[in-house]
């Protein structure tokens, strides 16, 4: 059965400072996506990684692939507090186009 | 273009009851899928329909059920609520082996059981 983590659970972390998310999955996959989930709200499509070395960048966030190593990253530059919010990566299993699996997430606080 | 919609917003239900959720899926798309949405916890896949048709499930009972119809609007039923099914649905909606843009959520339904 496909694991998702992802690590750190929680991260706070001061504005204009820099971090990285992970994010590693058990089986094989050629795609991953990230969302971002504001509090009591619905999932926001963040990024979409298509294959192995994809890299995509919005603003201050930048999201890598590796499928060999399994893992993806989400970079945060210079936060701000606005990034405030639940991320979570998610993947499909090989070979199947349902199921999107979810990872644990990874609850983000940029303080002041 | 309309994006997916839920209803209700909120519910609130007595254990031992039954429930009904409703999603529009997004304009263009043909597939539904449901996911469950504890508090704190990642979204839990419960099944997903493609032409009306279950096309995968997870590790949900029986008691959780869904419809897609002709339109791909979808409904997802829950028999016999018990108290941990307390949660965020969310429903989401894709072009079935188009990948590249995921699914579209909708804003969810949040449904206490007391």
């Known amino acids: 059965e496909l694991k998702v983590e992802q690590n750190p659970l929680f991260l706070s972390m001061q504005e204009g400072k820099n971090y990285t998310i992970y994010c590693n999955y058990s089986?094989?996959?050629?795609?991953l996506y990230w969302y971002r989930q504001d509090p009591g709200k619905s999932l926001e499509s963040l990024f979409v990684l298509l294959s192995n070395g994809a890299v995509k960048q919005e603003g201050r966030l930048m999201a890598s692939l590796d499928t060999k190593a399994r893992l993806s990253t989400l970079h945060i530059t210079a936060a701000v507090h606005d990034l405030s919010a639940t991320y979570f990566c998610a993947v499909f299993p090989t070979g199947t186009a349902s199921k999107l699996t979810f990872g644990t997430g990874t609850r983000l606080q940029v303080t002041l | 273009e309309t994006g997916v919609t839920q209803s209700p917003t909120h519910l609130i239900k007595t254990r031992g009851q039954q429930v009904t959720l409703r999603c529009s899926s997004q304009?263009?798309?043909?597939?539904v899928s449901w996911y469950q949405q504890a508090l704190g916890q990642g979204p839990q896949f419960i099944f997903q329909?493609?032409?009306?048709?279950?096309?995968g499930r997870g590790n949900f009972p029986p008691r959780f059920s869904g419809l897609q119809f002709p339109n791909y609007s979808s409904e997802l039923n829950v028999n016999a609520l018990e108290l941990d099914d307390s949660a965020l649905y969310l429903c989401a909606s894709s072009l079935l082996g188009v990948l590249d843009y995921g699914y579209t959520f909708g804003s969810g339904t949040r449904l206490t059981v007391v």
């Open positions: 089986t094989t996959s050629d795609r």
């Open positions: 329909y493609y032409r009306e048709e279950e096309n």
């Open positions: 304009s263009g798309h043909n597939t």
